[in-house]
């Protein structure tokens, strides 16, 4: 069964890093994933697609400081020199055929 | 401008049925994966289902919580896609999103659209 796997929450300092972690279910370490980021009362915005060997690929307009990578059945999403505007829900994705999953999400809080 | 606009959300009773509609512009819709994601208040998204393009067959999933009550549809002559659903419960309360994808990742979402089931 396809499932993915977020910690409830992270926080960090305004301008330290964040590294949030979505872990595969077992025999699923090649899927690719998406993260997205919910703001506060906003629907959510697509952050970019994170392939098993670590590329990915950003939406448009989203800041440097937000990177993909990928270690076995782990996807993480780096946020560097976090802003206020960075205090979000962050949820992962995948897809396999005729379905699509989503992570529990988690919730980043700036300190 | 490249954007996605739900309407149709509203009250409606358990038992009742309700329409939505996803209006899409500023991008080549008939390419277009589109899916609907609804969040529960307080809760995390989940999807509901998806249509492929009609390259792809036009290929219809559902979750299993709306299998047989949810139908999909898109209208591609009027870049709009639907969610027409049946036999409402008071679980399928939530903000309904719609989302595009060329195939797989979400790379566009609406604003959403609030359904409240309720007696």
């Known amino acids: 069964q396809l499932v993915l796997t977020q910690s409830p929450s992270a926080s960090a300092s305004l301008g330290a890093s964040v590294k949030l972690t979505c872990t595969l279910s077992?025999?699923?370490?090649?899927?690719?994933i998406a993260w997205h980021q919910q703001q506060p009362e906003k629907g959510p915005r697509y952050l970019m697609k994170v392939n098993s060997d670590g590329s990915h690929n950003k939406g448009d307009g989203i800041p440097d400081r937000f990177s993909g990578s990928s270690s076995g059945a782990e996807r993480y999403l780096t946020i560097s020199s976090l802003q206020s505007e960075d205090e979000a829900d962050y949820y992962c994705q995948t897809w396999d055929t005729g379905i699509h999953v989503f992570g529990t999400g988690t919730r980043v809080t700036v300190l | 401008e490249v954007q996605l606009v739900e309407s149709g959300g509203g009250l409606v009773k358990p038992g009742g049925s309700l329409r939505l509609s996803c209006a899409a512009s500023g991008f080549t819709f008939t390419d277009a994966w589109l899916s609907w994601v609804r969040q529960a208040p307080g809760k995390g998204l989940e999807w509901v289902g998806r249509i492929k393009s009609k390259n792809h067959d036009g290929t219809i999933d559902y979750a299993a919580p709306v299998k047989g009550r949810f139908s999909i549809s898109r209208d591609d002559s009027k870049t709009t896609l639907y969610l027409q659903m049946n036999s409402l419960e008071i679980e399928d309360t939530a903000v309904y999103y719609c989302a595009s994808s060329i195939a797989d990742a979400f790379d566009l979402w609406g604003q959403g659209t609030m359904v409240t089931v309720s007696s």
């Open positions: 077992r025999g699923h370490n090649n899927y690719a």
